[in-house]
């Protein structure tokens, strides 16, 4: 297990370029397989959970040629329709190959998905959507065995808006007859890119990015193409770092709208940032005040950005309230806060931080991949020294981390004991 050193307390300026989104090129890759045609998707991130994607297309029979920040797919030799539990057990994401696999070839065979384990991630709005499309199901301790004769598509509605839920809904209605609406889909920009994706090999998509998504299925489609939406996580997580360090620190390629509510939080505490083009430039505040935060779905405050935002609210001078709405366990990362000082107070999903708090470098545990972010914030503030083992969890989703935060003058490096 590795870990990462953290020299804390250095000033940051320069220029941090963000790169693709994590949570599109995990649905990118899977999505391909809809098609035998060839695919070219370009801005790829070099992150772990694109290299598990690529051994479980290889798996498949697909052939990927990834390198320079362009991935080309080739999946017109795909045989195989069974993934192994030792591959869909590294990431969430390898549950879009159900959607896609089954789009294609009417079966899939595969295990329940990986990921952060945040809370229950349960994925029964994907399972009674299939069957109501047509498919039956077999589960046994885990494994699903699905087939269908034909898909049809018909009227889904989700209880709450589910990211995984609509894109695999949408996936799996590309290639079924007839009309497939999701109702109450959820809104966040990945899924347009993925819609755009799917657009570009033909498929019929209206609505992507909107709360009714309908899905006309085709024959069959062509080559695709598309370039990956830039991180708004990562861009979010180096915007938050530039309000606590920066000295014209400058997060360049980035998409203001889908970070409007990182921003309109930052401006209310006393953030010191402008929008120059897409980026955003910022300064150390010389004063921060606390603010309430609540996760909700897109366009609301990112459930993945609540973690490092915590760790600037221990800068505020207060009582700050954060509140998680999404998931159960998303605040395993506290009591890690506090051991560097932090005064926080936890009930049930939320937590009272009063600040402002010195925090002090000391040996702390990325529970997950944002409890990693919000450990790198902590590390990169606190006086002293910050050791941060189980650091595979941020190598998931933030790429060339080391790289980008020395090139700004942070002092970080692994190690591998
Ligand atoms: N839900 C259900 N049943 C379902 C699906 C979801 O009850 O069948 C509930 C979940 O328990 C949760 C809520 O609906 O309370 C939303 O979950 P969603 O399905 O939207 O999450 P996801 O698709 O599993 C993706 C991202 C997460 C991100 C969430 C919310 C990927 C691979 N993962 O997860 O990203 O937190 O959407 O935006 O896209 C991360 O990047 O750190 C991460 C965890």
């Given at each position: 297990m590795k870990k990462l050193i953290i020299k804390g307390g250095r000033e940051l300026s320069g220029e941090i370029h963000i790169g693709g989104a994590k949570n599109s090129i995990v649905a990118l890759i899977p999505a391909s397989i809809l098609t035998s045609?060839?695919?070219?998707?370009?801005?790829?991130?070099?992150?772990?959970?694109?290299h598990a994607l690529i051994e479980i297309m290889n798996e498949l029979g697909s052939k990927v040629n990834y390198h320079d920040e362009i991935m080309e797919i080739d999946n017109s030799q795909v045989k195989n329709t069974l993934i192994a539990e030792e591959y869909t057990n590294k990431l969430r994401a390898s549950y879009y190959f159900m959607a896609s696999l089954l789009g294609k070839y009417k079966k899939a065979d595969i295990s329940y998905p990986g990921g952060c384990i945040i809370g229950s991630r349960p994925i029964d709005f994907t399972l009674n959507s299939f069957e109501k499309m047509g498919v039956s199901i077999k589960e046994t301790h885990g494994h699903y065995s699905m087939k269908a004769k034909k898909?049809?598509?018909t009227e889904i509605f989700f209880d709450v808006p589910s990211v995984g839920a609509t894109i695999n809904c949408m996936i799996t209605g590309v290639l079924a007859k007839g009309t497939t609406r999701i109702l109450n889909a959820a809104r966040e920009p990945e899924i347009v890119n993925v819609a755009d994706f799917l657009i570009s090999m033909g498929a019929k998509i209206k609505g992507a990015g909107t709360g009714t998504i309908e899905v006309t299925g085709v024959e069959s489609l062509g080559d695709g193409e598309v370039t990956v939406i830039p991180d708004r996580i990562e861009a979010g997580t180096y915007v938050i770092i530039g309000a606590l360090l920066g000295k014209n620190l400058k997060v360049s390629g980035i998409v203001e709208e889908h970070i409007k509510s990182l921003l309109y939080k930052l401006k209310e505490a006393g953030a010191n940032y402008k929008i120059v083009g897409n980026?955003?430039?910022l300064n150390k505040s010389k004063h921060l005040k606390a603010i309430n935060v609540k996760t909700t779905v897109y366009p609301?405050?990112?459930?993945?950005?609540?973690?490092?935002?915590?760790?600037?609210?221990?800068?505020?001078?207060?009582?700050?309230i954060f509140e998680e709405t999404i998931y159960e366990n998303r605040l395993r990362h506290i009591p890690h806060l506090v051991s560097m000082?932090?005064?926080?107070?936890?009930?049930?999903?939320?937590?009272?931080?009063?600040?402002?708090?010195?925090?002090?470098?000391?040996?702390?545990?990325?529970?997950d991949l944002r409890a990693g972010?919000?450990?790198?914030?902590?590390?990169?503030?606190?006086?002293?020294?910050t050791s941060i083992s189980n650091i595979e969890h941020l190598l998931r989703g933030y790429e060339r981390i080391v790289d980008k935060l020395n090139g700004v003058g942070a002092s970080i490096q692994f190690t591998d004991n």
């Open positions: 045609g060839k695919c070219v998707i370009k801005n790829v991130p070099d992150i772990s959970d694109v898909l049809e598509g980026s955003v430039v609301g405050f990112p459930t993945d950005l609540g973690q490092p935002m915590s760790t600037f609210l221990t800068q505020c001078e207060g009582e700050s000082g932090a005064h926080i107070n936890t009930f049930d999903k939320k937590a009272v931080i009063t600040g402002a708090t010195k925090l002090h470098g000391t040996r702390v545990k990325a529970t972010a919000s450990m790198l914030v902590a590390g990169l503030i606190a006086d002293r020294v």
